[in-house]
């Protein structure tokens, strides 16, 4: 027979080399805990940088194309002097919105435009995440540091997208920050890109997203989790606020539109860019809650205080703004926005992860409320800025004061709760183990007064028998006296202690008296011997002595008592040791099978 070779692997269409078996650990480094591996056994992985290339190309090309087909929307429909004459002139609109999209501010004649809607940003930041979850899948991210790797593949070749794009958005009237579009370009990616490579690696590992908080210690996933709270807790407000206000002066957001006659796609685009700048009227409305309020414009001001204004834009979501003068008090309840904030995060924190110095949990409550003030401060700087020139150049809230009096008042009433919270759940605690042990007691009370009552129903006889009195017993009875029994714990079994006598143990107990009374008269055997020894030594010393056999004690040798005294208790206690039954702290155990009773001499 000839023969028979290994099968050879199939080589990758993309090189030469083959393909390493699935599961297989490169050497030198550590693998991650991923679980299998999602990839076919035929499809070798893309290499990284040149995969986040393309997905970052992918993701700006995709959000281009969106942006372009809504400006060419507005062209037609507008008049050509406002997005230009030419299709190039929309070129450079859409790239502007795509730049904006990003958060990147530009220059205009005058000013400067810093006041971007938030909600542009879920275009790119979706795209940029499923470009990451495409990244994940066409590479081979086995160990921790790879995801990192495929994040920074991914934001590199997109920041330098989007600083092309901005020299590209540039004309005499606009021109966007190059520095901005590349810092914004490569924060945007790398967060987005790299929640989408974790996101695949994770479902293709089969690992539960709850895993994640896993990592982090208990105390900093605690201190999390109440700053998501208290932060939800005031952006919720904040929508509260601004709903509420824009509903009771419908009426005049829609005289505005009507007097703007934008027609049915003027008005579906107005609808989209009111509908953009949504997040920032929240962040204004929690800016408000807070209590430092919000500008718009130059010398204007909307707080609790009191309300500001001049000539306002003509946005129909401009309505929502109160009329100058004292604010609307149904608007004052939302003062107590804060404070229920810090009671909510100050009571997550230290619920899961309470600390065992009671005097430590308000620091760890007032820090909360400091991470909730940084969270507020940067979104009240991403929600204003300038709207061009004069009047309008300050829009917004201050972003230090939004930061600062939220770490204030979300600090001090998250620190009271801590501290209750953290109090009650050692309270709680204490109550709980002292009940438990309560209730420990009276089922070992309830069980050992069943387990009397049961004995006493089976015998007749009182539940619990008469204490054993302690001293010497009668002679003659037949038992050992009670000097002979180590005084320990009684370890007889239950029916004994509790006076049960079935016929069973009836006949146990009469067999262990009788055995009793046997060995108590084998030792009364073994003294009278001891006895008749020691008086024999008498007579033989007497008569050695010349004197007497009833010579008196002096008379008598002593030192031959000892010995013969002791051979004659080994003798008895061979004699006992012989015996089947042991005796083991004063209760007697019989050896297995019948036995023969002997009476007592």
Not at 159 to 178: C, E, F, H
Not at 418 to 447: C, D, Q, S, V, Y
Not at 563 to 574: F, G, K, V
Request: charged share 20%; aromatic share 4%; glycine share 12%.
């Amino acid at each position: 027979m000839g023969r028979v070779s290994a099968p050879t692997r199939p080589t990758s269409s993309r090189g030469p080399a083959a393909k390493k078996p699935a599961g297989a650990k490169p050497r030198g480094r550590r693998p991650l805990p991923l679980g299998r591996d999602p990839r076919p056994p035929g499809d070798a992985p893309r290499p990284l940088y040149t995969a986040g290339g393309i997905a970052a190309a992918w993701a700006a090309a995709i959000g281009l194309a969106v942006l372009m087909t809504i400006a060419l929307i507005g062209w037609v429909a507008a008049p050509h002097a406002t997005f230009g004459e030419d299709i190039g002139d929309v070129f450079q609109v859409a790239v502007q919105g795509w730049l904006v999209g990003h958060q990147v501010g530009f220059e205009i004649p005058g000013g400067h435009v810093g006041m971007l809607p938030l909600g542009l940003v879920v275009l790119p930041g979706m795209l940029l995440y499923r470009s990451g979850r495409w990244l994940a899948r066409s590479c081979e991210p086995t160990e921790r540091h790879h995801l990192v790797h495929a994040a920074l593949a991914l934001a590199g070749p997109y920041a330098a997208i989007s600083g092309t794009l901005a020299l590209l958005g540039q004309n005499d009237t606009v021109r966007p920050g190059m520095f901005q579009a590349l810092l914004a370009g490569f924060l945007l990616a790398f967060i987005a890109g790299g929640l989408g490579v974790l996101r695949q690696v994770l479902k293709d590992r089969d690992i539960a997203r709850r895993r994640l908080l896993h990592v982090l210690s208990p105390r900093v996933r605690a201190l999390l989790l109440g700053t998501i709270g208290a932060t939800a807790t005031l952006l919720l407000t904040g929508t509260l606020l601004f709903l509420t206000a824009l509903i009771l002066n419908m009426g005049d957001a829609i005289a505005l539109t009507r007097a703007l006659s934008p027609g049915i796609i003027g008005g579906t685009l107005l609808i989209v860019l009111q509908a953009l700048y949504l997040p920032n009227a929240v962040i204004f409305g929690a800016s408000y809650a807070v209590g430092p309020g919000f500008a718009v414009g130059a010398d204007t001001m909307v707080a609790p205080t009191g309300v500001a204004l001049g000539p306002l834009p003509q946005l129909p979501m401009l309505a929502a703004l109160p009329d100058n003068g004292p604010a609307p008090v149904l608007s004052l309840a939302a003062l107590a926005a804060p404070f229920l904030a810090g009671a909510i995060g100050g009571a997550l924190t230290l619920r899961r992860a309470p600390t065992q110095v009671n005097e430590a949990a308000p620091m760890w409550g007032f820090a909360c409320g400091a991470a909730t003030g940084l969270v507020c401060a940067a979104l009240a700087q991403l929600a204003g800025g300038p709207v061009g020139a004069q009047r309008l150049a300050d829009v917004g809230p201050s972003a230090w004061q939004v930061g600062l009096v939220t770490a204030l008042e979300v600090g001090l009433s998250a620190a009271v709760v801590a501290w209750l919270a953290n109090w009650w759940h050692f309270r709680t605690a204490r109550r709980a183990a002292a009940a438990e042990a309560k209730a420990a007691r009276a089922a070992e009370a309830e069980a050992a007064a069943a387990e009397r009552a049961e004995a006493g129903v089976e015998d007749g006889e009182p539940a619990s028998p008469a204490p054993r009195k302690r001293g010497k017993r009668g002679a003659g009875t037949g038992e050992r006296p009670l000097a002979d029994v180590v005084s320990l714990p009684d370890r007889r079994p239950v029916a004994e202690r509790t006076g049960a006598t079935s016929s069973r143990a009836k006949a146990a107990a009469a067999k262990a008296e009788a055995k009793a009374e046997a060995k108590a008269a084998a030792e009364a055997d073994a003294a009278a011997e001891s006895a008749a020894v020691e008086d024999t030594a008498a007579e033989d010393a007497g008569t050695e002595g010349g004197g007497a056999p009833g010579g008196t004690a002096a008379a008598r040798p002593r030192r031959r008592w000892w010995p013969r005294r002791r051979r004659a208790e080994q003798a008895a206690e061979e004699s006992h040791n012989r015996d089947d039954d042991v005796e083991l702290f004063g209760i007697t155990y019989e050896a297995d099978g019948p036995q023969d009773t002997e009476e007592p001499r």
